[in-house]
């Protein structure tokens, strides 16, 4: 397994380019199961999870060619419409297949992804999307099985207690494009990557409209065609590199960025003293001293991301007074806190509030990534603090973040992986 080495205390300063979102990529490759053409999508990161999906579809027998960062997926001829225990175990998203093959093949068994280490994580909203267009669900041996033999357009509210779901709506919105008549979502997600899902689906010929408002129409059409994509910056991405800046108090310009898709980050940046000038697609964060304390609280698009908690969590820790982070998307995801707590940070948990007293200085140490973000936090700490930090277990951030070393090195990052 590998690890992370890194000398801290350098400031990061330079340029960085975001990579194409993977909350955007993973939908958009399922999606491509819904036409028998070839779909070419183009800036597909490298990452863990994108091979996890491209195997998934390859499994079933769907031709994948992959060139440098331009992915050709042909969905042709008889396929196995079976997404199997193995895969949907090691990553939650290949959930995403349920909705395309029910849609095009009315019949389809997708295993439930069992726990996360973020939390418990429900699929009764997909569920709920799926049935609406008149399709059945049926749980056997760990599998859902789904039947829609002819799904027809329906009206459904999709908010769930803990408010819209991505995925939900991703799903429901790819099985809908070849339903008989017109679907509406109420209380759909409107996060970026929706509204990107949506421009795919469109230029695969569907008719969808309203993606990224809460209320989506979808008017079915018999079939879909090939198309091609490229798709909408790694906005997760941008934040990390500009909590990191941050947290060095450096100065760096994040380039293949929409700052518009940053609202709620740029706004916490600023409350804790940063600069932030925003471009045509770039950003650029400076922070002289350390952070003011500020208070967070995650919230579905367009408020804070829970994906960026963890980073802005080793940020605050360095802050001059108490900050808080409120998480209110997913349970149980402050397991960096104890990993940060062992680099000399003070911060109390107490539900689902983390209280971080800001500290002076973090120390070097060696340390154990939980999950996704998780990691890029500890990443993260590990830039701030002088001395030597090892991140142990990065396959976690290699899900998310390609090569994330390769990209903090020029902005004069000392960072190195270790192979075990
Ligand atoms: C997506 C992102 C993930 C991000 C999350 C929230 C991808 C591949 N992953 O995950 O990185 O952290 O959005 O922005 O895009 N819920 C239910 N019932 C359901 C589904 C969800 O109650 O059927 C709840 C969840 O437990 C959670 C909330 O709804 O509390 C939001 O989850 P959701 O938006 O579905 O997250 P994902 O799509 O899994």
Redesign the pocket.
Known sequence: MDSFVIRGGTPLAGTVAAASA??AV?PLIAACLLTDEPCVIRNVPLLADVATMLRLLRSMGVRVVQSGRTVTITARGRLDTTAPYDVVRKM??SYYVLGPLLARFGDCRVSLPGGCAI????????LKGIEALGGSVRLEHGYIHARGPRLKGGTMMLE?????????TANTMMAAVLARGRTVIDGA?C?P?VADLAKFLNAMGAKVSGAGTPAVTIDGVRELHGCRHAPIPDRIEAGTFAAAACATRGRVEVTNCEPGHLGAVIDRLRAAGAAVETGDRCLVVTMKGRPRPVDIGTA?YPGF???LQAQFTSLLCLGRGTSTLTEN??ESRFLHTLELNRMGASIDVNGNMAIVHGVERLSSAQVMASDLRASAALVIAGLAARGRTEVLRIYHLDRGYERLERKLAPLGARIERASA
């Not at 939390?119 to 997909?126: E, N």
């Open positions: 993977k909350n993973l939650r998203a939390g418990t994580r429900p699929v009764d909203l997909h769930g207690h803990k408010g819209p779901s991505v995925g939900a997600a996060e990557e579905p991301p829970t994906d998307i997913f």
